[in-house]
T-cell receptor
């Protein structure tokens, strides 16, 4: 299995609080992605990174920011969590834009 | 129009049956194609890549039809352990696009 670790695995928070999810990889892959998965929508891209300090928005980026200061770490921040951000969040990595994606185990986030 | 569309199912089949899933994609410029498997409350895992010439991995066969813009997955001799959701994934430009998944339950 690809070396991807997401933390925390579960998080319950209150509306309006900031939340940071962490993705750590040991594969030295260039590309890292944050997705959210909701019933009926499948996996939707929030943000992705194509190198250290190089990031771009995905389909559902509003309310989220990311940072990548090292190859191995990609952080997702919800500046002020809302109930609509309750979801399962997956980090993924790939060696190239059309290469296979490998996923972390996911973070179940509940915003009350 | 969605980039990738799949029949959500569910497909309920007996053990030993053959089952096929299709997935259509909207962008003729899409470059790479994959099938992923996702078990309940787990992360998606790569099942196989899909090539124009078709490819097989044991009981699983994947096909790509660029002219009609669809990919397919055939599972022969279904096992109970094949019960999962199957996602088709397409790359266009520098983005991955996911179908919503097809649910398969293999019944004893």
């Amino acid at each position: 299995d690809a070396g991807i670790t997401q933390s925390p695995r579960h998080k319950v928070t209150e509306t309006g609080t900031p939340v940071t999810l962490r993705c750590h990889q040991t594969e030295n892959h260039r590309y890292m992605y944050w997705y959210r998965q909701d019933p009926g929508h499948g996996l939707r891209l929030i943000h992705y990174s194509y190198g250290v300090k190089d990031t771009d928005k995905g389909e559902v980026s509003d309310g989220y920011s990311v940072s990548r200061s090292k190859t191995e770490d990609f952080l997702l921040t919800l500046e002020s969590a809302t109930s609509s951000q309750t979801s399962v969040y997956f980090c993924a990595i790939s060696a190239g834009v059309r290469e296979k994606l490998f996923f972390g185990s996911g973070t179940q986030l509940s915003v009350l | 129009r969605k980039e990738v569309e799949q029949d959500p199912g569910p497909f309920n089949v007996p053990e030993g049956a053959t089952v096929a899933f299709n997935c259509t994609y909207s962008n003729s410029a899409s470059q790479s194609f994959f099938w992923y498997r996702q078990d309940c409350r787990k992360e998606p895992k790569l099942l196989m890549s899909v090539y124009s010439s078709g490819n097989e991995d044991g009981r699983f066969t994947a096909q790509l039809n660029r002219a009609s813009q669809y990919i397919s997955l055939l599972i022969r001799d279904s096992k109970l352990s094949d019960s999962a959701t199957y996602l088709c994934v397409v790359t266009t430009g520098n983005q991955f696009y996911f179908g919503t998944g097809t649910s398969l339950t293999v019944i004893p």
